[in-house]
């Protein structure tokens, strides 16, 4: 109970914590300290711009729960991390045990006005020892990702309601005009999906805390002139 209890304080909507004046100033560039600790996705920086990081993921295998109807990003991503969590505890058809990983993203649709839910879908990265047959259990699916390019911010702090949509705005403003922005909306028509929420940091660490907005998106890689 004390080890859930500790996970889900990640999931808090209180808001504090330092950061890097640089990078608060940017957005971008800072490491993922969790990284360093436990397993996350491997990607390759394309390019840091004003405001924004192009990352190429390589092939990747994440656990999500199916669609989640909610008002709150906060409140649906606690729900799907609770699913997750007992899945990576055992409860999943193996009864395996699985590494804790980084990040823990939820994917949002958002509504069409403040009052209405937006669909949510919370994923766990799949370590690499377990990513050719994932545990597979009941309200979880396995989403296996072809290599991806994702347009990123970084900010600081807990995720809130009110800060997600402040950050993937201001991410959208700095990609304008560039040819990632073109992808992004290109890409867009395969997916209901306008953005990504990362969550990396134990909530002990009120240092340097680094949460993120992905916008994904496809590119054919001799496509890319820097």
Not at 56 to 67: A, D, E, G
């Given at each position: 109970?004390?080890?859930l209890?500790?996970?889900?304080?990640?999931?808090?909507?209180?808001?504090?914590?330092?950061?890097?004046?640089e990078?608060?100033?940017?957005?971008?560039?800072?490491?993922?300290p969790?990284?360093?600790?436990?397993?996350?996705?491997?990607?390759?920086?394309?390019?840091?711009?004003?405001?924004?990081?192009?990352?190429?993921?390589?092939?990747?295998?994440?656990?999500?729960?199916?669609?989640?109807?909610?008002?709150?990003?906060?409140?649906?991503?606690?729900?799907g991390?609770?699913?997750?969590?007992d899945?990576?505890?055992?409860?999943?058809?193996?009864?395996?045990?699985?590494e804790?990983?980084?990040?823990?993203?939820?994917e949002?649709?958002?509504?069409?006005?403040?009052?209405?839910?937006?669909?949510?879908?919370?994923?766990?990265?799949?370590?690499?020892?377990?990513?050719?047959?994932?545990?597979?259990?009941?309200?979880?699916?396995?989403?296996?990702?072809?290599?991806?390019?994702?347009?990123?911010?970084?900010?600081?702090?807990?995720?809130?309601?009110?800060?997600v949509?402040?950050?993937?705005?201001?991410?959208q403003?700095?990609?304008?005009?560039?040819?990632?922005?073109?992808?992004?909306?290109?890409?867009?028509?395969?997916?209901?999906?306008?953005?990504t929420?990362?969550?990396?940091?134990?909530?002990?660490?009120?240092?340097?805390?680094?949460?993120?907005?992905?916008m994904?998106?496809?590119?054919?890689?001799?496509?890319?002139?820097?």
């Amino acid at each position: 109970m004390l080890k859930l209890s500790f996970l889900l304080t990640l999931l808090s909507s209180a808001s504090f914590g330092h950061w890097h004046d640089e990078a608060k100033r940017s957005g971008v560039a800072i490491y993922p300290p969790a990284c360093t600790r436990i397993e996350c996705p491997v990607f390759d920086v394309i390019q840091l711009g004003n405001g924004y990081e192009i990352r190429r993921y390589n092939s990747s295998v994440w656990m999500s729960t199916s669609s989640i109807q909610d008002i709150s990003l906060v409140d649906a991503t606690r729900t799907g991390f609770l699913r997750l969590f007992d899945y990576i505890q055992g409860k999943n058809s193996y009864e395996e045990k699985i590494e804790m990983t980084a990040p823990v993203i939820t994917e949002v649709s958002p509504s069409d006005g403040p009052f209405c839910e937006s669909s949510f879908t919370v994923s766990f990265y799949v370590p690499k020892e377990n990513q050719a047959n994932p545990p597979p259990a009941k309200g979880l699916h396995v989403q296996r990702w072809k290599p991806t390019y994702v347009a990123v911010r970084q900010f600081n702090g807990f995720v809130t309601d009110s800060n997600v949509g402040e950050e993937a705005a201001a991410l959208q403003a700095s990609l304008a005009d560039t040819i990632w922005a073109a992808a992004i909306e290109k890409s867009r028509p395969d997916s209901t999906t306008v953005y990504t929420v990362a969550q990396y940091n134990s909530p002990f660490e009120f240092d340097n805390r680094v949460n993120e907005i992905w916008m994904q998106f496809y590119i054919e890689d001799e496509l890319l002139v820097m």
